[in-house]
């Protein structure tokens, strides 16, 4: 697999934002890990793809990646000539002036000289110079339960050379977020600052509970004589179960809305949670059930498909 975000992506290099977006979201739904359990080629190419769309997505860091000063990973590519250019503009340099070097022709070879005379014995007459550079940053996936996601929490990456990493969930992170977690990416060098770790985010579905903006969702099933009498019965939220009441004459589809239970996002009121009633028949109809209906029926027939025969 090439490691070129543009080739993961399947895009080409002058694709827009929007195109890299649609891409990305396409191929993490394609293989997506719980789709594909014990699938490794699916797992690499849904990390690879994350990785790729978080480079790409960011138009500094993209623009870097085109211009060849970062790799595929975000990390600096070796830049000898810049470095040999900022390096001369120090103030004390000891060759940025004097005959020695003047009309040298080409800074790569004075580089080179440098990097010999810093190799060089103490005592030759030399000062001493330090490379300082930032640390590579580092990208990491991150498959998040939907709950955690939610209501906030704190998981741990294991990191391949031992040790972990810890990452803070922020309460309502939506799937494909993008954390940074500042100085923990690569050590510095020369005394350099260490670089950041990116955090690639993706939701792990629920069986129960979808997420829609900062609503939460859930179909409840109900039974028959629920449905017909009304009752109160428990329902499921992102924080516990709680007592809904399901009104008489309860139909299929119908909605109810408990205020504020929803996903609340920091500087957001929470969102709702909305129930969809599902009438479930018993598995049986025995003889007293179909006696009663057919006598019911007799008296008090109703067509529930006249309206919607009008609206065809």
Do not use: C
Not at 180 to 186: D, P, S, V
Not at 248 to 259: E, I
Not at 278 to 307: C, I, N
Request: charged letters at 30%; aromatic letters at 8%.
């Amino acid at each position: 697999m090439s490691d070129n975000p543009y080739d993961v992506l399947g895009v080409s290099k002058t694709a827009s934002a929007d195109e890299i977006k649609k891409a990305y979201r396409k191929i993490a739904k394609e293989s997506h890990p719980d789709l594909h359990p014990g699938d490794g080629t699916a797992e690499a190419r849904f990390k690879a793809a994350g990785a790729a769309f978080e480079l790409l997505k960011d138009p500094e860091k993209r623009a870097r990646f085109d211009r060849g000063e970062i790799d595929a990973s975000g990390q600096e590519r070796p830049q000898e000539r810049q470095f040999y250019r900022d390096f001369a503009e120090q103030p004390n340099n000891p060759y940025r002036q004097g005959p020695r070097y003047e009309g040298f022709g080409d800074e790569a070879d004075i580089f080179a000289e440098f990097l010999r005379r810093q190799r060089g014995h103490p005592g030759e007459g030399y000062q001493e110079y330090s490379f300082r550079a930032r640390g590579a940053d580092a990208q990491y996936a991150l498959e998040v339960p939907f709950l955690e996601a939610a209501n906030g929490g704190s998981m741990r990456i294991t990191l391949p050379g031992g040790g972990n990493l810890e990452v803070k969930i922020p309460k309502g992170v939506a799937d494909g977020t993008t954390l940074r977690l500042r100085g923990k990416g690569g050590p510095g060098h020369g005394g350099g600052a260490p670089g950041d770790a990116y955090v690639t985010l993706s939701i792990k579905p629920h069986p129960i509970f979808t997420r829609d903006g900062d609503d939460i969702v859930i179909t409840l099933p109900i039974t028959l004589y629920e449905a017909v009498l009304g009752a109160k019965v428990e329902a499921p939220t992102i924080a516990g179960p709680v007592k809904v009441t399901v009104p008489k004459g309860a139909s299929s589809g119908q909605v109810l809305r408990l205020r504020g239970r929803g996903v609340a996002r920091a500087g957001r009121p929470a969102g709702d949670q909305r129930i969809e009633l599902q009438v479930v028949m018993p598995k049986e109809v025995d003889a007293e059930l179909s006696s009663f209906m057919e006598g019911w029926s007799q008296t008090h027939a109703y067509d529930p498909r006249k309206d919607w025969r009008a609206k065809a």
